[in-house]
């Protein structure tokens, strides 16, 4: 592995416990959905089932990949795999911070890249999550603001 690279892979701890917690909401739905008296119940009920799978299936995935890095931080690139795979070049990165959004008593935690724009008000932002990785955030984020800081003060190479 090159010295300039550092990888951040799942906890499989994490993704664990979101695997059962998905199994077990889905198995007291169903319980409830054999119980349920009346028909907007039953439609309820099939929609949080529906959401369970949708969750089982995304979970799932991220465990079976758990050993492929889900963050990599180059010299002169960041390469996000998730949903999504996303390959932000630091020399556009104008800005990183730490966000937490909450959901349901649920803080999710993410990586805010601000990039680089003319105009302020338009400029484009990069939200990469940290949901299960094994990444130090205050560390992580430190690399990326000094390996951008970095790559802003070479001179751009044609």
Same mark, same amino acid.
Do not use: K, P, W
């Given at each position: 592995m090159d010295a300039s690279?550092?990888?951040?892979?799942?906890? +499989?701890?994490?993704l664990r416990w979101q695997l059962g917690t998905l199994l077990v909401t889905g198995v007291l739905v169903n319980w409830l959905m054999s119980l349920a008296p009346w028909g907007w119940l039953e439609l309820l009920c099939v929609a949080l089932l529906?959401?369970?799978a949708a969750g089982l299936? !995304?979970?799932? +995935?991220?465990?079976?990949?758990r050993h492929h890095p889900t963050i990599s931080l180059f010299n002169d690139r960041l390469w996000y795999r998730g949903l999504r @795979?996303?390959?932000?070049?630091?020399?556009? /990165?104008?800005?990183?911070?730490? /966000?937490?959004?909450?959901?349901a008593g649920w803080t999710r935690r993410s990586?805010?890249?601000?990039?680089? =724009?003319?105009?302020?008000?338009?400029? @484009?932002? /990069?939200l990469i999550p940290l949901?299960? !990785?094994? +990444?130090?955030? =205050?560390?992580?984020?430190?690399?990326?603001? @000094?390996r951008a800081a970095l790559q802003r003060e070479q001179p751009a190479v044609h």
């Open positions: 690279r550092r990888d951040y892979f799942r906890q +499989a701890r994490t529906c959401l369970c299936s !995304v979970v799932t +995935a991220r465990y079976f990949t @795979e996303r390959v932000v070049m630091l020399r556009n /990165v104008r800005d990183a911070r730490l /966000v937490e959004s909450h959901l990586i805010q890249l601000q990039l680089d =724009d003319a105009d302020a008000d338009e400029a @484009e932002h /990069v949901d299960a !990785v094994a +990444a130090d955030a =205050d560390e992580l984020l430190g690399l990326i603001r @000094e």
